[in-house]
């Protein structure tokens, strides 16, 4: 038949079809490729600062993202799978109902995961070590959950992060980071000595000047004894 008009507009646009699926390939092929060598992405969360405190709560969650399910994600809580934290009823992280799930990306890779939520935080929480380990592409990740009790009783927590000892006229119990007054005008010998109310027996420094007043009154006496005697 005559190449016509039609021939030719429908020889073009087979052309062009072609064309673009040739151009496309390398392109195809590039995506698949990246799919299925694609490098495991772990990541891990926990609680914001605004909620690492007790009293708040958060999800507690971590997860890798790979070209296929991994079986074999497990996160521990201070060494504990999370399946026998979920059935230790003495464990104060069981509330956290820690469950396997998967999601499947737009780009084609598979993330799995393990997901929980404390309604909470209570101290028992406070510096627990969460990790999650992947056996099928040795890998792990993990962090500590930190509740802001670090300072021991007798200090405060500065605005700076650090931990100062409490004055003569305060205590500070444990995992409280803040200073509270001795009552009725009674203090502690000695800064970051007062741990709890009852530290708060005696007034400021009076065992300071008590001692040097009595090693007086002892050396006057002793002058004057040899002095006659």
Known sequence: KGFNSSNKQ?????????SMIGR??????????AVCNA??????????????RVGEGSSVTCAINAAAIDSTWTLYVNGESYQKVNTNANNAWAEASFAFNT?????????????????NYKPEHHYANITCVS??????????INLGLGCPAGQYNTTAGNCVNCG????????????????????VMEPGQGRSESDCQMRPNSAKSVVPATILFMMSFLAIYYQYY
């Open 10 to 18: 429908w020889y073009q646009r087979r052309v062009r079809g072609v």
């Open 24 to 33: 496309s390939l390398p392109l195809l092929l590039v995506v698949l490729l």
């Open 39 to 52: 490098e495991e992405f772990l990541t891990i969360r926990g609680p914001k600062p605004q909620y690492a």
């Open 103 to 119: 999601y499947t990306e737009d780009n084609g890779t598979v993330t799995t995961s393990v997901d929980g939520f404390i309604d």
């Open 135 to 144: 056996t099928q592409y040795t890998k792990k990740i993990s962090l500590t």
């Open 168 to 187: 003569l006229n305060s205590y500070s119990p444990d995992m409280d980071d803040n200073c509270h007054p001795c009552p009725g005008g009674t203090g």
